[in-house]
């Protein structure tokens, strides 16, 4: 039996995402695919545009087998937080042989190398990134410059002098970290050599627009795979809503879901959240503030200098943005004020809890229950008897982000409020 993992936010599913799927089957011959999703909030610091019952309903309508969600305080980290919590959960499975992921190199070999240096630190990178810190410079752009400059001349990651086989990489460092989805790549890579995972990356080339891309572009422009990105899909559905365009975007059993939740308005952006933020911030000082997830002491006295001059969640994230904090880390310290997470990732998720599956894959169920290392959920009224005391709080971290979700949720679209132990698994 031949298992890929995939980790993703499908927010929302696109072509793009079936394609990996169909690649996954097609290509690397896996009998199952795995999916680790993000919950109702997503790694940029602002909730699903759907809730991760629909989203996962969408992945298993277009090929996936199984939808793990990752916890909230993991859905929502750095790109290291992310990656690290999502390989933890599918190498703890121990039914999962390979995880395929999206970049724009396209080819894994450099991200590996990359990767190694950051997982290793050799004392010389160590140097050239504390010298990029103490020019003012933000964490990922010092790290960029400190790789750059550390494989600039040719050596091994002992130091020792090289002879010149790693000298191509250095040409190559600097595309590979311009783009969003070779750094998570790398993190994933990082991931899998501190677990020390038996689990083998494999990456495949994003087709069409670029991850930043808002406008929906014409077919001309990438050819006929002009797969659109999640952001233009969002950036398009929040422009105009009435006009369904990004649902060409979409195979056809995930757009009907995302019609559907348009229709009925039962649809979720960063500015739905913008009066619960602002109350959330008139109860806050900087002292308490600063207890939150990437809350730093400068960025806590920044908030309360200019909580006044609020008007709503996009607008204050880009007043509070600097040079040395980016609009994303910004984003998500605002989301952790809301949803009131506190001090470190855990090092490896300790649970995995099932959203959904198709009912053909009983032999895939069969094996992770026989060999996996964490607890599986299936029900959640059952997490309480079958998590540890450690994981318990994480437990209730994701229901509590899930009750403001659905808080949110049900009044905009004028709907009754589930709780989360009501919900059902998506069956298929």
Not at 45 to 60: F, I, N, T, Y
Not at 220 to 234: L, P, Q
Not at 385 to 405: C, G, K, Q, R, V
């Amino acid at each position: 039996m031949k298992v890929t993992g995939i980790i993703a936010e499908y927010n929302p599913f696109h072509r793009g995402h079936r394609y990996q799927i169909d690649y996954c089957r097609e290509k690397l011959k896996s009998d199952y695919v795995i999916i680790a999703m993000s919950g109702d909030f997503v790694q940029r610091g602002a909730p699903a545009l759907l809730p991760k019952h629909q989203r996962a309903e969408m992945a298993l309508r277009c090929g996936a087998d199984l939808v793990l969600e990752l916890p909230v305080s993991v859905s929502t980290a750095s790109a290291e937080g992310f990656a690290m919590g999502g390989v933890s959960m599918l190498d703890a499975l121990h039914v999962v042989d390979t995880l395929c992921f999206g970049s724009e190199a396209g080819e894994i070999s450099a991200m590996h190398d990359l990767a190694e240096v950051l997982t290793e630190e050799p004392d010389t990178y160590r140097s050239l990134l504390r010298n990029c810190l103490a020019q003012g410079m933000s964490f990922p752009a010092a790290r960029n410059l400190a790789l750059e400059e550390y494989f600039r001349e040719p050596r091994n990651f002992d130091g020792d002098d090289f002879d010149g086989v790693l000298t191509p990489l250095f040409n190559q460092i600097t595309q590979i970290l311009k783009f969003p989805n070779n750094i998570l790549g790398i993190e994933y890579c990082k991931a899998l050599l501190r677990l020390k995972s038996s689990i083998r990356p494999v990456t495949l080339r994003r087709q069409g627009m670029g991850y930043h891309e808002h406008m929906i572009s014409s077919p001309e422009k990438y050819g006929t795979e002009n797969y659109a990105s999640a952001s233009a899909i969002r950036y398009t559905l929040k422009e105009d809503p009435s006009s369904l365009q990004f649902t060409n975007e979409l195979p056809e059993p995930a757009a009907d879901i995302l019609k559907s939740a348009v229709s009925r308005n039962a649809f979720l952006l960063e500015n739905d959240f913008s009066l619960l933020l602002s109350y959330c911030l008139l109860n806050e000082t900087p002292e308490t503030l600063v207890q939150y997830a990437d809350v730093s002491r400068d960025l806590a006295a920044r908030i309360i200098n200019q909580r006044n001059q609020f008007e709503n969640y996009t607008q204050f994230t880009e007043l509070l943005k600097t040079k040395e904090v980016t609009y994303t880390r910004v984003q998500r310290a605002l989301l952790h004020t809301i949803l009131r997470i506190k001090g470190q990732l855990p090092h490896e998720v300790p649970y995995a809890r099932v959203l959904g599956f198709r009912k053909n894959s009983s032999a895939l169920l069969k094996a992770i229950k026989q060999q996996s290392s964490i607890p599986v959920i299936t029900k959640a009224a059952d997490a309480p008897a079958l998590l540890t005391p450690e994981a318990l709080p994480i437990w209730d971290e994701d229901i509590h982000a899930s009750s403001i979700y659905e808080s949110v949720l049900s009044q905009k679209s004028a709907s009754p409020f589930i709780h989360e132990y009501q919900k059902q698994l998506v069956l298929l």
